[in-house]
């Protein structure tokens, strides 16, 4: 039989390697401190303290309070072959077919993870809302994301890895202002190169939900996932291999108040109502009218 050569470790190699390089939640989140089974433990470290000295000493112990998530999510993959051992000899085969199915499960996890993100911010981080969101332009896209980072320097939440996710259409906009480059170069992961507003990493991802930028810390959410089992088969009814694995994966909010949404619609500099500036002639006292457009 072709399945008998099956080498699991090797699909699993490649789905991983492929998974790991175009997934967003990766890069933008804390990694559990361990993994047991289904289980997926992470560790917060205690608030420190600091103390008048009065000529004597206590001391505190460090502690960390794990935080347990369970892989709530779950996806399969299953496809046929006309034979696995073939497959598995020419590796421009298999890399096409891991990377596409692993593509199609980094969007899912993003998805996810995303949701989750938005769903834990704090009350009181967010600016606009579901019912009434702000117009983004060309023009005030930038200002409306340092805010979002003003939001995060007001909880305390420190300086490095402050990440900012947009999507594409927020991305054009603010290519279009002198303050950020007119040519953006977006990596592999996401992340928009050498761009960063008010701290912040500027990321691009297509994953967000509709009309949402969100701003966080890298210790705001927790992220895992595992390909938990691949195995291959003979088909019954087909005259072919079948291969089928599973991968389980979740995200955690760990921080609320280290996550700030900006809830918006897109707009155009031409949706900016126009201002009536009057002009004064002091020689002759006619006062002329001028419409321009709005900031």
Same mark, same amino acid.
């Given at each position: 039989?072709?399945?008998?050569?099956?080498?699991?470790?090797?699909?699993?190699?490649?789905?991983?390697?492929?998974?790991?390089?175009?997934?967003?939640?990766?890069?933008?989140?804390?990694?559990?401190?361990?993994?047991?089974?289904?289980?997926?433990?992470?560790?917060?470290?205690?608030?420190?303290?600091?103390? #008048?000295?009065?000529? !004597?000493?206590?001391?505190?112990?460090? /502690?960390?309070?794990? @935080?347990?998530? &369970?892989?709530? *999510? +779950?996806?399969?993959?299953?496809?046929?072959?006309?034979?696995?051992?073939?497959?598995?000899?020419?590796?421009?085969?298999?890399?096409?077919?891991?990377?596409?199915?692993?593509?199609?499960?980094?969007?899912?996890?993003?998805? #996810?993870?995303?949701? !989750?993100?938005?769903?834990?911010?704090? /009350?009181?981080?967010? @600016?606009?809302? &579901?019912?009434? *969101? +702000?117009?983004?332009?060309?023009?005030?896209?930038?200002?409306?994301?340092?805010?979002?980072?003003?939001?995060?320097?007001?909880?305390?939440?420190?300086?490095?890895?402050?990440?900012?996710?947009?999507?594409?259409?927020?991305?054009?906009?603010?290519?279009?202002?002198?303050?950020?480059?007119?040519?953006?170069?977006?990596?592999?992961?996401?992340?928009?190169?050498?761009?960063?507003?008010?701290?912040?990493?500027?990321?691009?991802?297509?994953?967000?939900?509709?009309?949402?930028?969100?701003?966080?810390?890298?210790?705001?959410?927790?992220?895992?996932?595992?390909?938990?089992?691949?195995?291959?088969?003979?088909?019954?009814?087909?005259?072919?291999?079948?291969?089928?694995?599973?991968?389980?994966?979740?995200?955690?909010?760990?921080?609320?108040?280290?996550?700030?949404?900006?809830?918006?619609?897109?707009?155009?500099?031409?949706?900016?109502?126009?201002?009536?500036?009057?002009?004064?002639?002091?020689?002759?006292?006619?006062?002329?009218?001028?419409?321009?457009?709005?900031?």
């Amino acid at each position: 039989m072709a399945v008998d050569n099956f080498k699991p470790t090797l699909w699993e190699g490649a789905l991983i390697a492929n998974f790991h390089s175009v997934s967003k939640a990766d890069a933008l989140s804390t990694k559990p401190s361990d993994i047991k089974g289904k289980t997926v433990t992470f560790n917060r470290v205690g608030a420190g303290q600091v103390k #008048d000295y009065t000529g !004597t000493i206590s001391w505190d112990s460090i /502690a960390t309070t794990p @935080i347990e998530m &369970t892989f709530d *999510k +779950k996806k399969y993959f299953a496809f046929s072959l006309d034979d696995c051992d073939k497959v598995q000899l020419k590796a421009d085969v298999m890399a096409v077919t891991t990377a596409e199915h692993a593509a199609v499960l980094a969007e899912t996890y993003d998805t #996810d993870f995303f949701t !989750t993100l938005i769903a834990g911010v704090k /009350a009181g981080n967010s @600016i606009g809302s &579901t019912s009434n *969101k +702000k117009q983004l332009t060309p023009r005030n896209a930038y200002d409306y994301i340092v805010d979002l980072g003003t939001v995060l320097a007001n909880n305390k939440v420190p300086s490095k890895d402050r990440f900012v996710t947009v999507s594409a259409d927020v991305l054009g906009l603010l290519s279009k202002d002198p303050r950020f480059t007119s040519n953006p170069n977006v990596l592999e992961n996401g992340v928009v190169e050498g761009q960063r507003i008010n701290g912040m990493q500027v990321v691009q991802s297509q994953e967000l939900p509709v009309n949402k930028i969100v701003a966080h810390h890298k210790s705001a959410i927790g992220a895992a996932k595992q390909i938990d089992e691949v195995e291959a088969m003979r088909l019954q009814s087909a005259f072919a291999d079948g291969i089928r694995g599973l991968c389980m994966y979740g995200s955690k909010v760990l921080r609320e108040e280290a996550i700030a949404v900006l809830h918006y619609t897109v707009g155009t500099i031409d949706d900016i109502p126009a201002t009536k500036v009057e002009i004064t002639n002091t020689t002759s006292n006619p006062v002329n009218t001028k419409e321009v457009t709005g900031v």
